[in-house]
């Protein structure tokens, strides 16, 4: 799982996209998981750093964190599968 | 170290081009007391889902209504609308402020009696009046406002049984220029109905017409309409006194002022575009003053405003079960709040705030309810912060029609808590039990199970 190349994410939360010209609004977390994203940390290795630092469980996170992923992968912001194995 | 609090991750794509002037405010506020009293701590002794009323807030409201009327017209009184909420504690309430009963059943007249209304000052309106419950208004000197014929010759009978003269008013509709007309009550007034049941009554002498009742529509936003219906019902009486020298004692122009909420589908907040007391009490009392009644002899107002006098004083708490996404990606919350006890939910796009506080982000949420239909929907879409499981949230003006209108369906109704001027929380209402419900029922005894093989079947 790769955020796009182009995709560029500001500190404070504003994620564009040059190909689509979509522009975004980010909340704190959800820099963070997208700067792990980008930084190819795995979705263990995320949820720990996440759990670490914020007051949640387990369940909590990954349901959210599988629901933000969605949502990326709605928006057309994270490589497909095919593409980052080509 | 302590740890952040958490919020969940949402990315929300900026829209533009499209700017939305009627869009109303992400209610990131929350709303942590009532009168005073910590919502937490509430839901903490009681639970959730809880109804909150603020006894200052119907005893403010009522007051604001009074001024309005009694700066503009000499003669006023209210009567509670037992329907919109028929607690006991809600009612005492509007009672100790100087307000009658306006009751539709006979249910509702028991009510009111048992809490210590007299019965001179109760108001029976409605199309179901059993010949028990006329003979029981008859006996107390009641106000029974005839809605059919049928009831008319029922209480000429009545009275000619009991040797008593019942005082009557019959329930006029009209054309007020609003749609819908609402004509299924009363007898009409441009086609001669009501001129009609006003003749047969005087020429009956069985009965004493005191008044003249109209309720011209629900949730009103037209004050005009009222001035209309005010100038229609005076017409009516001029034409009494002048043909039978009879002087009509009141007018009652029932209630149907618009609240502070927002109707489905409107553009603004209620709170911005819906007429206050003020607009109403200027449109009635002016019409009554312009009409042709001597300055003596002018008749008692009788208003049977409920709703606009209620609903800003409740209150729903509830707390937040899951948050999905549906099919199409948008933003779910499920509460414990449904539709069942939050009947006004069909009508209006309540607004819902958080009860704790949340960072500036927001999601589209649809808002649904716990029930197991498709139905169940609280809000269709609203701006909420980003909630999780367990938070709660407090659903702004339901005091209407919710604590008489909801059901009993598969869960069981909550507490109803009333917060007192001196900001101290009373139950006032107790949470359904499972033994309230069985109370009701009986089994045959072809069908009788034990104790004893329930116990069994548990162990």
Redesign the interface.
């Known amino acids: 799982m790769k955020l796009r190349k182009n995709v560029a994410v500001s500190e404070a939360g504003l994620?564009f996209n040059p190909v689509t010209g979509?522009?975004?609004?980010?909340?704190?977390?959800?820099v963070e998981?997208l700067n792990l994203i980008r930084d190819e940390n795995n979705p263990e290795q995320i949820s720990n750093a996440i759990l670490d630092?914020?007051?949640?469980d387990m369940a909590?996170?990954e349901k959210?964190?599988y629901?933000?992923i969605?949502?990326?992968y709605?928006?057309n912001?994270l490589e497909t599968n095919e593409e980052t194995k080509a | 170290m302590s740890k952040i609090r958490y919020e969940r991750p949402v990315i929300k794509k900026l829209e533009t081009g499209m700017p939305n002037k009627f869009g109303t405010r992400t209610e990131y506020v929350p709303m942590t007391h009532i009168d005073g009293v910590s919502v937490k701590s509430l839901i903490k002794e009681y639970g959730t889902p809880l109804f909150v009323i603020s006894e200052k807030t119907i005893r403010n409201t009522i007051k604001k209504a009074k001024k309005a009327f009694d700066t503009r017209y000499p003669k006023v009184q209210f009567a509670w609308s037992y329907k919109t909420n028929y607690l006991n504690a809600v009612c005492s309430i509007f009672h100790q402020e100087g307000s009658w009963a306006e009751v539709v059943s006979g249910f509702e007249y028991d009510k009111a009696i048992s809490l210590g209304v007299d019965g001179k000052k109760i108001i029976f309106n409605g199309p179901e009046k059993s010949e028990e419950d006329l003979t029981k208004a008859i006996m107390n000197d009641s106000l029974i406002h005839i809605d059919h014929l049928d009831e008319l010759y029922t209480i000429t009978e009545l009275a000619e049984k009991l040797k008593l003269r019942p005082r009557v008013a019959i329930r006029v509709n009209m054309d007020t220029g609003v749609y819908p007309m609402w004509d299924r009550f009363g007898f009409n007034y441009e086609n001669g109905q009501a001129w009609d049941a006003i003749n047969k009554i005087m020429h009956s002498g069985k009965m004493e017409l005191v008044g003249l009742h109209c309720h011209i529509g629900t949730f009103m936003l037209s004050p005009f309409a009222y001035g209309v219906a005010a100038s229609k019902l005076a017409e009516l009486a001029l034409s009494v006194e002048q043909k039978f020298k009879h002087e009509i004692k009141y007018i009652d122009l029932g209630g149907g002022f618009a609240s502070k909420n927002t109707l489905k589908g409107s553009y603004l907040p209620g709170t911005d575009t819906n007429p206050t007391f003020d607009d109403f009490a200027e449109a009635i009392s002016t019409a009554l003053l312009n009409s042709n009644f001597k300055q003596d002899k002018l008749p008692l107002l009788i208003l049977e405003t409920g709703r606009a006098l209620i609903d800003e004083a409740g209150y729903l708490l509830g707390s937040v079960i899951s948050n999905k996404r549906s099919s199409t990606g948008r933003r779910n919350t499920i509460l414990d709040i449904g539709v069942n006890i939050l009947f006004t939910s069909f009508w209006y796009d309540h607004k819902i705030t958080p009860a704790q506080s949340f960072t500036q982000y927001s999601e589209d949420t649809c808002v649904y309810g716990p029930l197991c239909m498709n139905i169940d929907v609280i809000r269709e879409s609203t701006s909420l912060p980003l909630l999780n499981r367990g938070d709660h949230v407090v659903i702004h003006s339901v005091g209407a029609y919710n604590m008489t209108q909801w059901m009993q369906f598969i869960s069981l109704r909550p507490h109803v808590v009333l917060i007192d001027t001196d900001e101290k929380p009373h139950v006032i209402r107790l949470r359904e039990t499972l033994d309230n419900m069985n109370s009701m029922e009986l089994i045959p005894s072809h069908l009788g199970i034990r104790k004893s093989q329930i116990v069994n079947r548990k162990s």
């Open positions: 994620l979509e522009s975004f609004t980010v909340n704190p977390i959800g998981i630092k914020y007051s949640t909590t996170f959210d964190y629901d933000f969605g949502i990326l709605h928006h912001l």
